[in-house]
């Protein structure tokens, strides 16, 4: 398979494709086309659509290696396994699939028997792998029998550690499934339809290396990797001495210092005073002058690097051009035939497309195509989050509003909002320029809460929406939430789509008539606020339905609530929303202590329990600054929130008819079923994601958006407050409250998914979940091991019969996730805590 362009790889693969990256001075491929020859595999099919020429050139007909190659060009993409059918009468017989961009050392001979032993039509090599969300993780039972797939899963779908390598030994029937000529691929289609019908697969783990070379820093490590002996494939260069592979006709100087494992290209010259240190290639024909330093970077063909320049962690392409005194540092990929200049110097992280010149003295700290730094992950839980002008520059933010923008048709509409805080202005203007630079038209809303962007951006028909706000534990750094023409979360896939062109710096860049314009949004409160309200008129027409004699002379007493409000708003639109339906408010008075409202969460509440005392309010309210979340305290000023919160507020939906079913998190107690079951409800589990609570909804648009916007949750609360014969207080009796308990593990990021799978390995599948995380259930509860997609944790919750029972279970699966993980509270330097 040799049709990718290396797209991650760029500046690196602007020329080439990625087959034909060089590690240690030879193309990857042909490392993949030597594995193939040594395990009896002459015959090859090569599979080309990016610059096919190149690789074709190179290799001929493969006599140079003792092979026959066949080329199979696609006029336009196919797939993974779109393009192996595209192969037609050369695959007559069982043949194995292997990417030509990867490299290994992994014993082929060994799967083949493995295949043929289990008759299986489908094997899969597999790999464990201490980080598999860039891949796709493959479960299997005991025989190998391949049970589930898994196309880069998020940290809660990661059940396994043993990810698809992209190597499989087919039979030919399998391709019966493939359709000619359109997109198709091996893991998303042909494997879930084999598993579907029953097809014999099969999956081997196998020992020995393998790297998908998917990044830079996998494609500089896979180097020190070979260099060090974990490849176990001989190096193309004699070693002088342990560690120090030097190529034929290299010239070095005897005062020039190696320090291995480095490897020395054919025809390299090294002068006096030069140090080589170790993780270092230096590609056929390269020069480095005196006193150059070299450590941990990969030269490629042809490079000349001056006097007293220093190069650290970084990857230098054909006929690169230094000056003296140059420094470049980790992370800095330098493009084919750049030229640089005496005292240049480029920060980490820095990318340089092919053929710039840069003049002397020239100091480089963001990319030189456009944009910034590179990041492989970008997004969190809730969006994009960093701190003021230092994570989120400028710089970043135009480029990440172009990424955004890129994928989006051109023409459409972005809403923007921001919560207040006084840095969000500058934010929002770096966002739209960027916006715009990508032919989208930004739509101003100004300061509004999130609930509101959301529905103005389906007012608008725009096509995502951005709110930037204050993060909710730091008021030094922002948080980035990114909507669909829906006003929903983004999905992962989408994430990723935007990350992919962040990354890339692959950004569309249109010509002048077609740059985004700004407009203002209008008044996007009182539409929202007047569309909340709205939304209340089915529930009153269902409850006079059922009963027409209802509410007849009932007369309730208008209710008094205390109401808390954080964040930097102009107005207050839970005030305006409350006093909509007749509701009386005072306001709480509270001096918060940082103004971040998960740090002043105990002052609010304690503010709150008191002021519902004095004033015998009926009850007590408290709205984050973006209207995202929801605090309630009955007349007592007892605190409700979490899933007994969620509980209340299920009831009221079912009791108003406004919903029939309702996606509810896998972490939340399992009371919810039997309260859904009493009011004539249903709920199902979801992901515990933002999105994952707004999707398969059947019922109004309240009931889509109750569990993600505060403000139509506390909707739902006026309403019943001033039309249901009982008192809030009554409706909160009915509600049970549940025992969790729940826990913080540290875990390292490369523990995770031996973790998961030691968790299900023995358990009994009729009491396994795996929608979000791996949930396990007992005779007395339910456990849930759930992986932190933005820290290295695991949170552990339970719930019991009693919360004794809850605290138990937790602390068992606290203490088993360690001994998986293989940490102790001593070496990995954090406790763990209840939360």
């Excluded at 193309?236 to 100087?253: D, K, N, T």
């Excluded at 993600?708 to 249901?724: E, G, P, S």
Aim: some cysteine; proline content about 6%; aromatic content about 8%.
């Amino acid at each position: 398979m040799a049709g990718g362009e290396g797209s991650r790889l760029r500046p690196l693969t602007c020329n080439r494709p990625k087959p034909m990256v060089p590690v240690l001075d030879r193309p990857v491929m042909e490392y993949a086309v030597g594995l193939l020859r040594d395990h009896g595999i002459s015959e090859i099919g090569v599979t080309l659509q990016y610059l096919p020429e190149a690789i074709m050139d190179y290799f001929g007909d493969g006599t140079r290696w003792g092979v026959k190659l066949h080329y199979f060009i696609e006029t336009e993409p196919l797939g993974t396994a779109g393009s192996v059918k595209n192969c037609g009468q050369f695959l007559d017989q069982p043949f194995v699939v292997i990417s030509g961009d990867a490299l290994t050392d992994l014993a082929l001979t060994q799967v083949i028997a493995f295949h043929e032993e289990r008759m299986s039509q489908a094997t899969l090599v597999l790999k464990s792998e201490p980080c598999p969300l860039e891949y796709g993780v493959v479960m299997t039972d005991p025989y190998g029998k391949v049970t589930r797939f898994l196309e880069k899963p998020g940290w809660g779908e990661v059940f396994s550690d043993t990810v698809n390598t992209g190597i499989y030994v087919l039979d030919p029937v399998v391709l019966d499934l493939v359709p000619s000529n359109r997109m198709f691929d091996f893991s998303k289609d042909l494997f879930p339809q084999l598993l579907a019908k029953g097809v014999p697969m099969y999956g081997h783990v196998m020992d020995g290396y393998w790297c998908d070379i998917g990044n830079h820093e996998q494609y500089r490590q896979a180097q020190e990797d070979f260099l060090a002996g974990r490849v176990k494939l001989a190096v193309p260069a004699e070693e002088i001495r342990p560690g120090v592979f030097v190529s034929p006709l290299a010239q070095i100087h005897p005062e020039a210092q190696l320090q291995g494992p480095v490897f020395i290209g054919e025809e390299v010259r090294l002068e006096p005073g030069v140090k080589i240190g170790p993780g270092t290639v230096i590609g056929r024909g390269s020069q480095v002058a005196k006193g150059a330093s070299v450590k941990r970077s990969v030269l490629w063909e042809r490079v000349e690097l001056g006097c007293f320049s220093q190069i650290r962690g970084a990857v230098l392409g054909n006929g690169a051009w230094l000056g003296n005194n140059v420094d470049v540092f980790e992370g800095a990929v330098i493009g084919e035939r750049v030229r640089l200049g005496d005292r240049g110097h480029i920060r980490p992280g820095i990318k340089v497309w092919p053929q710039k010149d840069l003049e002397d003295g020239t100091t480089l700290t963001t990319s030189l195509i456009w944009g910034a730094k590179a990041s492989r992950s970008l997004f969190g839980p809730a969006g994009v989050n960093g701190e003021i002008n230092r994570e989120l520059t400028p710089e970043f933010l135009t480029r990440l509003g172009a990424a955004f923008a890129s994928c989006l048709p051109v023409g459409g509409q972005v809403a923007l909002a921001t919560d207040g805080h006084p840095a969000t202005g500058a934010v929002k203007q770096s966002l739209s320029a960027g916006l715009g630079s990508a032919g989208i038209h930004p739509l101003n809303y100004g300061v509004l809460p999130a609930g509101a962007l959301r529905y103005g951006i389906r007012r608008h028909q725009a096509r995502g929406g951005l709110l930037i706000r204050t993060a909710s534990h730091s008021s030094d750094r922002l948080t980035i939430e990114f909507f669909d023409h829906e006003g929903l979360h983004i999905p992962r896939g989408f994430e990723r789509k935007v990350e992919g062109t962040f990354a890339r710096e692959d950004v569309r860049r249109v010509k002048w008539p077609e740059l985004g314009r700004e407009t203002t949004g209008g008044d996007g409160l009182n539409p929202y606020l007047s569309w909340l309200v709205q939304g209340t008129q089915e529930a009153l027409v269902n409850l006079t339905h059922r009963d027409p004699g209802w509410p007849g002379d009932w007369q309730k007493p208008q209710p008094l609530v205390v109401l808390g409000m954080a964040g930097k708003l102009p107005v207050n639109p839970a005030k305006i929303l409350l006093e909509r339906f007749g509701l009386r408010v005072q306001e709480l008075a509270v001096k918060a202590p940082t103004g971040v409202w998960q740090q002043d969460q105990e002052a609010w509440r304690g503010a709150l329990t008191s002021q519902v005392g004095e004033h015998r309010a009926d009850f007590g309210v408290l709205v984050d600054g973006t209207g995202e979340h929801l605090v309630l305290a009955d007349s007592q000023g007892q605190i409700v929130e979490g899933d007994r919160l969620l509980a209340f507020l299920l009831a009221l939906l079912f009791q108003f008819q406004l919903a029939v079913t309702v996606p509810v998190p896998i972490n939340t107690s399992e009371m919810l079923e039997a309260l859904a079951t009493r009011y004539g409800g249903r709920v199902f589990r979801t992901g515990t994601g933002l999105r994952a609570r707004t999707e398969r909804v059947e019922g109004s648009e309240l009931a889509r958006f109750f569990q993600v916007d505060a403000l139509a949750a506390l909707t739902l609360v006026a309403f019943a407050a001033v039309q249901w014969t009982e008192s809030l207080d009554g409706l909160l009796n009915d509600i049970p409250v549940p025992y969790l308990h729940r826990r913080r593990v540290a875990v390292p990021w490369e523990a995770r998914g031996k973790v998961m799978r030691g968790l299900m390995a023995g358990s009994d599948p009729d009491r396994l979940e795996l929608v979000d995380g791996v949930k396990l259930r007992h005779e007395e509860g339910w456990v849930l091991v759930l992986p932190d997609g933005r820290e290295p944790v695991c949170r552990v919750y339970g719930e019991a019969v009693t919360l004794e029972v809850a605290e138990s279970l937790t602390e068992f699966y606290d203490q088993r996730v360690k001994r998986l993980a293989g940490v102790t509270e001593t070496n990995l330097g954090e406790k763990s805590r209840s939360f």
